[in-house]
C-alpha cells in the first residue's frame, strides 16, 4: 500500500460578477497616481509597479475592491476548511490587498508570505504568451540526493508545479509555500491583485 502524507495544497475558484474591464482601469489609475508605490518601485529596482508598500486602503478607495475582499473572504474561508484549520475563537482576516503590474521582460522572484497564513492572487489581465505561477515543493531543500523526477512525473510528484491562471481566477496557498512569476515574455503587461489572510483571535 502507498499513501501521500503531508500534502500541499492549492485552492482554485473564480471571482463572480466583477467588471473585469473596471478592474484593470481601477489597477492603471492607482498606479498611475500613487507617487509613493513608482517610487518605492523604483529606489528597489522593482518590475513594473505594485502597491504593496504604498498603499493599504484599496477597498476604501475603489468599491470595487471591496466587492472583491467579500468574495476572497468566501474562498478562504472554504479554503480553510478544506485545510481543517482548528481556529478556535478566531478566524481568518484579510491583512494586505495589493495590485501588481508586471511588464514585459518584469519577473517576481521567488519568495513566500511570512506572517501570514493564507496568500494568494486573482488576476486581471493575463496578455497571450504571459508568465504562469510557479510552485515550488517545500521540501526541495531537504532532497540533497535525490534522483530527478521523470518528465512525465504525476503532478504531485514534481517538484516544480507552473499554474497557469485564466483572468478572474481566484488561487490560494498556505503562505509558507514558495512560489514565483518567471519572465513575462508578452509584450503587454500582467495584471494581477495578490494578498495575505492572518489568525486572529
Not at 521567488?110 to 515543493?137: C, F, M, N, Q, R
Request: charged share 25%.
Amino acid at each position: 500500500m502507498i499513501k501521500s502524507l503531508f500534502a500541499t495544497r492549492l485552492y482554485q475558484g473564480r471571482l463572480t460578477g466583477i467588471d473585469a474591464d473596471e478592474l484593470e482601469a481601477s489597477c492603471y489609475s492607482i498606479a498611475e497616481d500613487d507617487e509613493a508605490g513608482q517610487e518605492w518601485c523604483e529606489a528597489e529596482g522593482y518590475p513594473g509597479y505594485t502597491s504593496y508598500a504604498s498603499l493599504t486602503d484599496l477597498p476604501w478607495r475603489f468599491p470595487i475592491f471591496a466587492d472583491i475582499v467579500k468574495q476572497l473572504d468566501k474562498h478562504v474561508a472554504a479554503f480553510a476548511d478544506d485545510l481543517e484549520f482548528d481556529l478556535g475563537g478566531g478566524k481568518l482576516v484579510l491583512e494586505d490587498l495589493w495590485i501588481n503590474i508586471l511588464p514585459e521582460g518584469g519577473i517576481h522572484t521567488a519568495h513566500i508570505h511570512p506572517h501570514s497564513v493564507i496568500s494568494g492572487t486573482t488576476y486581471v489581465k493575463l496578455p497571450e504568451g504571459t508568465s504562469a505561477i510557479k510552485y515550488e515543493d517545500p521540501r526541495l531543500q531537504m532532497m540533497m540526493a535525490a534522483p530527478p523526477k521523470k518528465k512525465d512525473a504525476r503532478e504531485e510528484n514534481r517538484q516544480f508545479v507552473y499554474v497557469k491562471p485564466e483572468v478572474g481566477d481566484v488561487l490560494l496557498w498556505e503562505s509558507w509555500l514558495r512560489h514565483e512569476v518567471p519572465m513575462n515574455m508578452a509584450e503587454d503587461e500582467r495584471i494581477s491583485v495578490s494578498f495575505n489572510y492572518k489568525w486572529v483571535d
